[in-house]
């Protein structure tokens, strides 16, 4: 069974950094674009970064310069590290791994909530 398992949310100020990690079992991460997103109340689920199974990144304009993202696969675990947080980045994180091949495959975690506030 797969899954994907997130943590490292937390309650920061402004200003602050925070480490998201997703750790995959049943799932090897390395061969899947990993994605993370991100949704705030009311509004909808958004992509902040992506790093594919080739190592290439991407990242919404809105965190560019602030969110790096990365792999251990040795660990099997991918991060978010977050920096120079706003209030805007409050909201529940979650990450996805996508495969358009063999084995294909969408799987997503249940979430970690991420609170910017003074």
């Known amino acids: 069974q797969v899954q994907l398992v997130e943590s490292g949310g937390d309650l920061v100020q402004p200003g602050g950094s925070l480490r998201l990690s997703c750790v995959g079992s049943g799932i090897i991460l390395s061969i899947y674009d990993m994605g993370w997103y991100r949704q705030a109340p009311g509004k909808q689920r958004e992509r902040v970064a992506l790093?594919?199974?080739?190592?290439?990144?991407n990242f919404a304009d809105s965190v560019k310069g602030r969110f790096t993202i990365s792999r251990d696969s040795a660990k099997n675990t991918v991060y978010l590290q977050m920096n120079s947080l706003n209030l805007e980045d409050t909201a529940v994180y979650y990450c996805?791994?996508?495969?358009?091949?063999?084995?294909?495959?969408?799987?997503w975690g249940q979430g970690t909530q991420v609170t910017v506030s003074s």
């Open positions: 790093i594919a199974s080739g190592g290439t990144t």
């Open positions: 996805n791994a996508e495969r358009r091949v063999t084995p294909k495959g969408s799987y």
